[in-house]
């Protein structure tokens, strides 16, 4: 009888990025690539071709701020819109009195960007698809590298599953849709996922 211990629930998310890396389809060449990232910015890599990408993980905030020519009083009006925040000047209303002016656009860093999970089979930090991705039903099935493939097969083929010792109450397992967990379709998934490590 096997049996696996599973893994605490952040060992294998979106933040994999952060340590040992999310494999995914290159842009330009289909090719393996990998996402990581740090404090600072996600980057892309191809394995293939030598394709790379970074991206700014700040979230920056866009104001205007004026004092109104008419009511007098001093006000700052959040640019949400992503088109108008290329912009240096913009028009803007004063939110008290509606009268419209010109005003400088202010760039302020507001924070390190939270990262989404993984989503239809894509990483959240560029929108790549993932190298190790399937579909069983309709529904994809996908690991974020080769050890978390490694991981999900040992963990769906085994005949007992523990939780990890301690104070955690949320495992690995917590991330995997019911439909993974499911006794009738684990071994199919598995064969599945033993024909993505293969590839
Ligand atoms: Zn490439
Ligand atoms: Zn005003």
Request: glycine share 6%; proline share 4%; with cysteine.
């Amino acid at each position: 009888m096997s049996r696996i211990v599973d893994e605490p629930y952040f060992t294998y998310s979106a933040y994999n990025a952060l340590t040992s890396g999310i494999q995914v389809k290159c842009p330009k060449c289909h090719g393996a690539g990998m996402v990581t990232a740090d404090d600072d910015n996600a980057y892309f890599r191809c394995l293939s071709c030598g394709h790379q990408e970074t991206r700014d993980r700040t979230i920056y905030r866009y104001d205007v701020h004026n004092q109104c020519k008419n009511c007098g009083r001093y006000y700052r009006v959040d640019i949400e819109d992503e088109e108008k925040q290329h912009f240096s000047v913009l028009h803007v209303a004063c939110p008290y009195c509606g009268t419209t002016m010109s005003g400088e656009v202010h760039k302020t860093a507001e924070a390190f960007s939270y990262t989404a999970e993984i989503q239809d089979g894509r990483e959240p930090y560029f929108g790549l698809e993932l190298w190790f991705l399937t579909s069983f039903q309709g529904k994809p099935a996908w690991a974020l590298n080769r050890e978390h493939l490694a991981y999900l097969i040992d963990y769906l083929s085994a005949d007992l599953r523990e939780k990890p010792l301690g104070r955690a109450k949320k495992t690995q397992a917590d991330h995997l849709p019911a439909f993974m967990k499911t006794a009738k379709n684990r071994e199919r998934i598995v064969k599945l996922l033993k024909k993505l490590q293969e590839g």
